[in-house]
């Protein structure tokens, strides 16, 4: 998976390892053919047709339902789970379902948010692709949409002149490369992945709490405790998530919000582009892009000077989105240790191993680290835990699930820096609206 937040890799330009002296070895995808025939005066399409490998990806490239191509992303995450997926079976089904049903019993007597399910499924990997689909595209989209049109609008006028013919394509071009990227952060995550929130985010249809069976008992598999018990502590993350996306039904919203307000921030430096092309072009500035030398073309697309630079306004929102995050993951892990104290004997256990497999890099921080640079420290989850299990042993549940009521109740980044701080000062509000209401009652003839 790309380091780099919508990377675009290019192809090994080491001959030895691409095809040495084979016929066309040097050139694998025809670019040659491709930026000469154009500059030839073809059409993209007229060239793109003759060419075996392109009149495959002509198909691919008549996409257009967005910025990126979802079915390739879908074809692409799908084809690297072929050769371990296993279907989910009858007995895998009815186990977690029980396992969700007996999960929501626990946690109604140690949160005052009801049960978001209304449903249960064990998906499959590919199932859990599919179904995740749309999510993701809500997430997505907005940012890929971004990045095309600001690299687009930077590039300078004398090296979109040169593109000529081929700026007509780009669009696509990118919804592939975008797809390509996408479908391969997807078949990753859906080999580890072990609920429908294991990425911090409900990606699952409304009311449907998910597990992956062939995930979970794999996870199971490396652990010291009964595959049941793993089972159920899983679905009781999975069933304490869905409580709170159900009912705090400003929570999802804010998240995307998030991460498009990071999307709207994204800039590229046209004076940076310009000083970035003549060093890729060898010092010979804009002149040395040649529509018709794939190598030249693919000298500017490796010299990373397209990739947009980081705002402070794009800081921020990745800073808002690191705390919610936090925030969310901290509420599960303090009502699921709530729900498993006195039940589950290796909870204890099982809730460090969470932990440990945050701190090493999980889903959700490889997911998001590739889609828009976010690392998601371990130490904002903790802190984040401490704050509501201070909460609720001072002010109680119910106090503690208030403060979800509205998104301005909630510890900022700066109270996770000082969590029993917050804590403290949410004593004094209460112990000020107290006094409060006692002088309104008094009498004022006193």
Request: charged fraction near 25%; charge should be negative; glycine fraction near 12%.
């Amino acid at each position: 998976m790309s380091d780099v937040p919508f990377g675009f890799g290019l192809p090994d330009r080491d001959p030895e390892r691409r095809g040495g002296d084979q016929p066309g070895g040097g050139d694998p995808f025809g670019l040659g053919a491709l930026f000469g025939g154009i500059a030839g005066g073809g059409s993209p399409e007229d060239v793109l047709g003759k060419m075996p490998l392109f009149a495959e990806l002509q198909k691919l490239m008549s996409w257009s339902g967005g910025p990126v191509n979802w079915d390739l992303a879908k074809q692409s995450a799908i084809s690297q789970l072929a050769a371990g997926h296993q279907p989910s079976s009858d007995a895998e089904r009815t186990a977690v379902a029980e396992s969700l049903r007996l999960a929501d019993l626990w946690l109604d007597q140690v949160t005052e948010l009801p049960s978001g399910i209304e449903r249960t499924a064990a998906w499959s990997r590919v199932e859990w692709v599919e179904q995740t689909l749309p999510a993701w595209g809500a997430l997505i989209d907005p940012l890929a949409e971004r990045v095309v049109a600001a690299m687009t609008s930077a590039l300078p006028q004398e090296a979109a002149m040169s593109f000529g013919p081929i700026a007509g394509i780009m669009g696509r071009m990118g919804g592939l490369m975008f797809g390509a990227q996408v479908g391969s952060a997807l078949g990753k995550l859906a080999d580890e992945v072990l609920t429908s929130t294991d990425v911090g985010l409900p990606l699952a249809p409304a009311g449907t709490g998910v597990l992956v069976p062939q995930n979970v008992a794999e996870f199971a598999s490396g652990l010291d405790r009964p595959a049941d018990e793993v089972r159920l502590f899983l679905a009781l993350r999975e069933a304490a998530s869905q409580r709170l996306f159900a009912h705090v039904p400003w929570l999802r919203q804010q998240l995307q919000d998030a991460v498009h307000a990071y999307a709207r921030g994204i800039t590229i430096d046209r004076e940076a582009i310009e000083r970035g092309i003549a060093d890729a072009m060898g010092g010979g500035g804009l002149e040395g892009l040649d529509p018709s030398d794939p190598e030249s073309i693919q000298r500017l697309l490796g010299s990373g000077v397209l990739e947009p630079e980081e705002t402070p306004e794009q800081q921020m929102a990745l800073r808002r989105l690191e705390t919610l995050l936090a925030l969310v993951e901290g509420w599960v892990d303090t009502v699921v240790a709530e729900a498993a104290k006195d039940r589950l004997p290796g909870h204890s256990a099982l809730a460090e191993t969470m932990r440990r497999r945050r701190a090493s890099g999980g889903p959700a921080e490889q997911t998001f680290a590739t889609l828009v640079g976010l690392q998601l420290r371990p130490r904002r989850l903790r802190d984040a835990a401490v704050v509501w299990a201070a909460m609720g042993q001072k002010h109680g549940s119910a106090e503690r699930d208030q403060l979800w009521n509205h998104p301005d109740l909630l510890p900022t980044s700066d109270d996770l820096d000082e969590p029993m701080d917050f804590v403290a000062r949410h004593g004094l509000d209460d112990e000020l609206r107290g006094l409060t209401a006692a002088d309104a009652e008094r009498d004022p003839e006193e």
